[in-house]
């Protein structure tokens, strides 16, 4: 079995950098804006919708590898999911169940995060379920993760994400994905004696995200086309000596993906931004 390792290992690279407070995806400047472009809401909320972006693209390349290399047993699992990094808690387990799905779950901690990943995958061939994904024209493929920092006594950031995509058309050269992406993130900084806790709940849909095939296999993920639409509840509690202020901001988007660049429009109910990110080419 040929080992996907490299697309898995994004479990323990990509995650673990959208994880840290110095996020690994770029700051793109807002072009065309009626916003500020210096306002402390958009600067906040910027680096988490394009950590947003990096993570879809990343779960669907997870979707894609799944139907190129799918495990069939914990050992295939365990090369393919295999805890990157030595720990105190790692196991990999996989089993397929009666009503057509390959569970995979992985465990992986360190010193300094705890990992985990939940994903479940089913092939369809026009609609009839099947075990393996030769001859599968879709694929139904959810995928549940989290990082969590075991120091949360100063700056501290976790994240977890909740993915339900159906990727179809792939016995063709276009596939196009549809689903939902809930993702979570939570951002605790310390400066002297004023503790801010910054919590984004995000919910996207995603509608008809287009991928081209090159080569014999799916992926890398890079969408030519598609449209995810987004909203993002945000609450900030300041903690300060004496007095607790709490900020609440309801956001919401849309993204239009052209060639592997998305183009950004939100608005906080009030002002609007607008801005372009390349997914393909950051530098997570």
């Not at 950098?17 to 770029?26: E, F, H, K, L």
């Not at 472009?37 to 997870?62: C, H, K, R, Y």
Request: aromatic share 10%.
């Amino acid at each position: 079995m040929q080992t996907s390792f490299v697309s898995r290992g994004l479990f323990a690279s990509a995650f673990v950098c959208v994880a840290m407070i110095s996020a690994c995806s770029s700051s793109d400047s807002p072009t065309g804006t009626l916003g500020s472009a210096t306002d402390s809401g958009f600067l906040e909320l910027q680096p988490e919708l394009n950590n947003l972006l990096d993570s879809i693209n990343v779960a669907m390349t997870f979707g894609f590898d799944s139907y190129n290399e799918v495990p069939t047993n914990s050992n295939d699992a365990e090369i393919q999911y295999g805890p990157v990094n030595p720990g105190e808690n790692n196991g990999v387990t996989y089993e397929y169940t009666a009503d057509g799905w390959h569970h995979i779950i992985v465990i992986n901690d360190d010193v300094n995060f705890a990992r985990a990943i939940n994903d479940s995958i089913q092939f369809m061939s026009s609609l009839v379920v099947q075990q393996l994904p030769s001859g599968a024209d879709l694929v139904d493929f959810r995928h549940h993760w989290a990082v969590t920092q075991w120091d949360q006594a100063t700056d501290y950031k976790n994240i977890n994400g909740d993915v339900g995509f159906v990727f179809s058309g792939l016995l063709g050269n276009v596939a196009s994905i549809n689903g939902f992406y809930g993702y979570d993130v939570e951002v605790n900084t310390v400066v002297d004696t004023t503790t801010t806790n910054n919590v984004f709940e995000f919910n996207a849909a995603v509608s008809n995200v287009l991928v081209s095939k090159s080569g014999a296999q799916w992926g890398p993920s890079c969408p030519t086309g598609g449209v995810i639409t987004f909203g993002v509840i945000q609450t900030k509690i300041i903690n300060n000596p004496g007095s607790v202020n709490t900020v609440n901001v309801n956001w919401t988007g849309t993204i239009t993906l052209s060639e592997g660049v998305a183009t950004i429009s939100l608005s906080n109910g009030t002002d609007t931004w607008s801005y372009s990110h390349n997914i393909c080419g950051s530098s997570n």
